[in-house]
């Protein structure tokens, strides 16, 4: 079945550094890729998506682009602040009517000053 | 910004007995669901629920879960008899259109299981 494998954290950034989180997928079909940003104590935010190969999400200075070639969707920043400390879900859904979302295991980031 | 909401947002139970967690769906919505993320976990499909009836669900879903849709707004899941290992934050979502769509998730319900 479909599946979303994504680096396992912690990761622990100092302020103002780049960011990257792999993430890689299995799908039979053509699916919409998501990251879902969970800050602590709290559910689930849609970060970004992207619906199509080459497609680049992108929202408050994070991006992904969605790449069919390498089955990969991964998420960057180009400078974390502490605020961005969350956990990071890279989900896809496969599009079909009812198409649930397959979330991946979830990358905690810490971002200290 | 419409939003989906869930109450309550923390529920104890004892071991066998029943609960219900209610969602409000963002109000055009057709399509609903339940997740669930069992503590350091990742976030596990339950069921999906379209045209008053499920129309997929996996293999936790087993027959101590129920779901409905009560009246216009509300969305239930019912654990009948709760167990130690249904301890776990419970996601309600949303969408309104069909394939592609975007899911819209709750806060979430932290179901404790004593």
């Known amino acids: 079945g479909d599946s979303v494998t994504q680096m396992e954290g912690p990761v622990t950034l100092s302020e103002e550094a780049f960011l990257t989180i792999n993430c890689t997928y299995t799908?039979?079909?053509?699916?919409?890729l998501f990251w879902y940003v969970q800050y602590p104590g709290e559910g689930l935010q849609l970060l970004l998506k992207?619906?199509?190969?080459?497609d680049k999400g992108s929202n408050k200075g994070f991006e992904a682009t969605y790449r069919k070639e390498t089955t990969s969707f991964h998420l960057e920043k180009g400078s974390v602040q502490v605020s961005d400390s969350a956990v990071y879900f890279c989900a896809l859904s496969d599009r079909t009517s009812y198409d649930k979302v397959i979330f991946g295991p979830g990358t905690s980031l810490s971002v200290i000053p | 910004e419409p939003e989906v909401t869930q109450t309550p947002s923390h529920q104890v139970t004892q071991m066998g007995q029943e609960v219900i967690l209610r969602c409000v769906p963002i109000?055009?919505?057709?399509?609903f669901y339940w997740y669930r993320q069992i503590l350091g976990q990742k976030v596990e499909f339950l069921v999906s629920?379209?045209?008053?009836?499920?129309?997929?669900k996996s293999e936790i879903f087993d027959d101590q879960f129920s779901v409905e849709r009560p009246d216009g707004s509300n969305f239930t899941l019912k654990i009948r008899s709760t167990k130690l290992e249904d301890s776990a934050m419970y996601f309600c979502a949303s969408k309104g259109g069909g394939g592609g769509a975007t899911q819209y998730f709750g806060p979430g319900t932290r179901l404790t299981v004593l």
């Open positions: 629920f379209y045209n008053n009836e499920i129309s997929e």
């Open positions: 799908a039979t079909g053509y699916p919409s």
């Open positions: 109000s055009n919505h057709l399509y």
């Open positions: 992207a619906t199509k190969a080459d």
